[in-house]
């Protein structure tokens, strides 16, 4: 059964974290954050199955406002939300 996005709900949030620099490490790695679901594209923006939202982001310094954030279940890549992973 696939979860349907709505305002309100409980996401995470992938952040980018810090370019690599030439010895391979980063400053800041790229981490899930909570995030609060603002807005849902409309279904016809839907691409290959995945939700587009706009999120509220918690970070541990303060919170930012993100629109048109693509939903990214199982690569989670950087700059993605999916939803929280179940016990």
Known sequence: MTQVPSVGASVHYVSHG???RED????YAS???AAIITEVA?????PDGGYVAGLCVFNPTGQF??????QSDHEKLGG???WPERA
């Open 42 to 46: 409309a279904p016809e923006t839907f």
């Open 65 to 70: 406002f993100n629109r048109g954030v693509l």
């Open 24 to 27: 391979g490490t980063q400053a």
């Open 18 to 20: 810090t370019p690599v």
């Open 31 to 33: 981490e899930c954050r």
């Open 80 to 82: 993605t939300w999916h």
